[in-house]
Structure formats: structure tokens, C-alpha cells
T-cell receptor, first 114, second 113 residues
Framework: DVKVTQSSRYLVKRTGEKVFLECVQD?????MFWYRQDPGLGLRLIYF???????EKGDIPEGYSVSREKKERFSLILESASTNQTSMYLC?????????????FGEGSRLTVL | GEDVEQSLFLSVREGDSSVINCTYT??????LYWYKQEPGAGLQLLTY?????DMKQDQRLTVLLNKKDKHLSLRIADTQTGDSAIYFC?????????????FGQGTILTVHP
């Protein structure tokens, strides 16, 4: 069964802390994505990566960075967490181009910043 | 950028049909999707339609696409309590094919017994 695994389902952090959210996929997908989900706003793309060590900004990259050192792993980093980053974070992956573009999602990481 | 709009709430009785609507602005999208999110879970693809189609049927699901009006809808026949979830429409931004999608706000479907 194909899988996208997010290492932490729930995190509580303090303002100013550095936060790492990890995502691993076992489908040998080229593309990986980090979305943020907020009620009434849907999903907004933070960053995505279409290859190892490659990254591109999405629609709301401010306050975030990412790392993709291995094909299966895509990390989201909050250098200095702020309360407005309290949210649900969803990781997703997809195969390379020339297909339907279906995304496979992890179960999400709910982050609370106090 | 791309704008995708959905109404936030829909409430139906078990056994009735549900229709969830979506409007969008980017006419270059080649695929349009419906994703379902159950409580405490990530999103799962329900169905998708290619932009040169008007309709797609898959068991209880019917997708209608009106490209002229930039309107997409999802009809669920014989809605069950297990269909209660958040439904997102999404488009591949700028017609890209590698999964960079733009999502609507999500419609919370509540099914009453």
C-alpha cells in the first residue's frame, strides 16, 4: 500500500522555537509538496520540490524553508515559529510529468505555537 | 494567480443527492479534481475530469464541467452518512502536469440520518 508518512501528528511549540516537520514517501515519487490547511482558506502551497536538492516557492513561503536531501524525504522548517503559523500541515507527493497530477497526501501534522 | 471558490457548508438528508459546486478563473487547467478529507485524515482523490470532457460518471459520483462558465460540480447520488467529509475541488495550475495543484476552500458536507 502506497504511503506518505508525516512523523508527527501533533506538536506544541513555543514562539521563537525552530520546528522541523518530516515527511517520507515510499512510492519513489519525484515531486513532493508542503501545504498548509486552515479553515475557510483551503490548502495553500508553501514549497514544493521536483527533484533531490531542488525546491521552489509556492504561494506562501514566508517564514518557512525546506530541505530535500533524499528523494523519499521532504522536510519543512520553521526557523522561528510564530503564533500565526499554528495550522495543519499536509505533505503530498506525485510522480513526474505526463500524468494526471494526482497527489498522495499524508495524514497531516497539527502544529500549535504558543 | 488562480482563484478557486467553493461554498463552505452543505447539509443534506441521507438518501438525497448532494451537489457541491466550484468556480475557477484559470482556463489553462488540463485536469480538474475532487478530493475528499475525512476527519483526522489527509486528502484522498475521489475523481478527476480532463478539461476536454463535459461529464464523467463513476458509480454514485457525477462530475460536470462547464468550461464556458468555469464551473465544476460534484454530484453524489444516494448520499450516506459515510459521505460526511470535507470536499475540495482542485486544478493543476497553469496546466502543469506534475501535481502542483490549486485548491478551493473546501465544502463541509454534513449528512443527517
Amino acid at each position: 500500500d502506497v504511503k506518505v508518512t508525516q512523523s508527527s501528528r501533533y506538536l506544541v511549540k513555543r514562539t521563537g522555537e525552530k520546528v522541523f516537520l518530516e515527511c517520507v514517501q515510499d512510492m519513489d515519487h519525484e515531486n513532493m509538496f508542503w501545504y498548509r490547511q486552515d479553515p475557510g482558506l483551503g490548502l495553500r502551497l508553501i514549497y514544493f520540490s521536483y527533484d533531490v536538492k531542488m525546491k521552489e516557492k509556492g504561494d506562501i513561503p514566508e517564514g518557512y524553508s525546506v530541505s530535500r536531501e533524499k528523494k523519499e524525504r521532504f522536510s519543512l522548517i520553521l526557523e522561528s515559529a510564530s503564533t500565526n503559523q499554528t495550522s495543519m500541515y499536509l505533505c503530498a507527493s506525485s510522480t513526474g510529468g505526463g500524468h494526471t497530477g494526482e497527489l498522495f497526501f499524508g495524514e497531516g501534522s497539527r502544529l500549535t505555537v504558543l | 494567480g488562480e482563484d478557486v471558490e467553493q461554498s463552505l457548508f452543505l447539509s443534506v438528508r441521507e438518501g438525497d443527492s448532494s451537489v457541491i459546486n466550484c468556480t475557477y478563473t484559470d482556463s489553462s487547467s488540463t485536469y480538474l479534481y475532487w478530493y475528499k478529507q475525512e476527519p483526522g485524515a489527509g486528502l484522498q482523490l475521489l475523481t478527476y475530469i480532463f478539461s476536454n470532457m463535459d461529464m464523467k460518471q463513476d458509480q454514485r459520483l457525477t462530475v460536470l464541467l462547464n468550461k464556458k462558465d468555469k464551473h465544476l460540480s460534484l454530484r453524489i447520488a444516494d448520499t450516506q452518512t459515510g459521505d460526511s467529509a470535507i470536499y475540495f475541488c482542485a486544478l493543476n495550475a497553469g496546466g502543469t502536469s506534475y501535481g502542483k495543484l490549486t485548491f478551493g476552500q473546501g465544502t463541509i458536507l454534513t449528512v443527517h440520518p
